[in-house]
T-cell receptor
Framework: ETGVTQTPRHLVMGMTNKKSLKCEQH?????MYWYKQSAKKPLELMFV???????ENNSVPSRFSPECPNSSHLFLHLHTLQPEDSALYLC????????????????FGEGSRLTVL | GQQVMQIPQYQHVQEGEDFTTYCNSS?????IQWYKQRPGGHPVFLIQ?????EVKKQKRLTFQFGEAKKNSSLHITATQTTDVGTYFC???????????FGIGTKLQVIP
């Protein structure tokens, strides 16, 4: 139990479907992240939110659309995905200290395993 | 942007042998973090190093941060089957809250 909950844990979708991944953190953190983990690749940062404001978009295709309604919830809306988007999508949170160049430790959820057919 | 290189990508060891993974950055890092991901699991934070030349120990794990703050290592003494997993280093990169991960070292321990 990490304090970061992701749903669904597994998702299979067609290329024309629209689905959403959900992340909720119960740690009182102010920053939330989406990472993509593919086989034989480093963890890829997708988006960062700080106090609900997006602070990083790491050149992610527009078929991935994040939403952060408050500091505890983060969504990743998916539409017209490609088979190469199949991966483990990890949500993380941290307590970011204003003025510091780095983040605190990242607390990851268990991930949402996405398969695009 | 800043890249974090990690070697080796894979390591098989006999139980009881030592294991080391190395992390190198193209730029000076303000800090470096290490994570462990068990098979089928998610990354779990192990430690953060901040100071030049810093050495920290957690039981059989020894973490080092280089004097130039561009490299780091994780050494496990007398590996056990519970050490199996992928070990990642991670460092801040460019953006205010961007954390870049190395590709990871996958450790297999043969009983």
């Amino acid at each position: 139990e990490t304090g970061v909950t992701q749903t669904p844990r597994h998702l299979v979708m067609g290329m024309t479907n629209k689905k959403s991944l959900k992340c909720e953190q119960h740690l009182g953190h102010n920053a939330m992240y989406w990472y993509k983990q593919s086989a034989k690749k480093p963890l890829e940062l997708m988006f960062v939110y700080n106090f609900k404001e997006q602070t990083e978009n790491n050149s992610v295709p527009s078929r991935f659309s994040p939403e952060c309604p408050n500091s505890s919830h983060l969504f990743l809306h998916l539409h017209t995905l490609q088979p190469e988007d199949s991966a483990l999508y990890l949500c993380a949170s941290s307590q970011h200290q204003t003025g510091a160049p780095n983040t605190g430790e990242l607390f990851f959820g268990e991930g949402s395993r996405l398969t695009v057919l | 942007g800043q890249q974090v290189m990690q070697i080796p990508q894979y390591q098989h060891v006999q139980e009881g042998e030592d294991f080391t993974t190395y992390c190198n950055s193209s730029t000076t890092l303000s800090n470096i973090q290490w994570y462990k991901q068990r098979p089928g699991g998610h990354p779990v934070f192990l430690i953060q190093l901040v100071k030049s030349g810093e050495v920290k120990k957690q039981k059989r794990l020894t973490f080092q941060f280089g004097e130039a703050k561009k490299n780091s290592s994780l050494h496990i003494t007398a590996t056990q089957t519970t050490d199996v997993g992928t070990y990642f280093c991670a460092g801040p990169s460019g953006g205010y809250q961007k954390v870049t991960f190395g590709i990871g070292t996958k450790l297999q321990v043969i009983p």
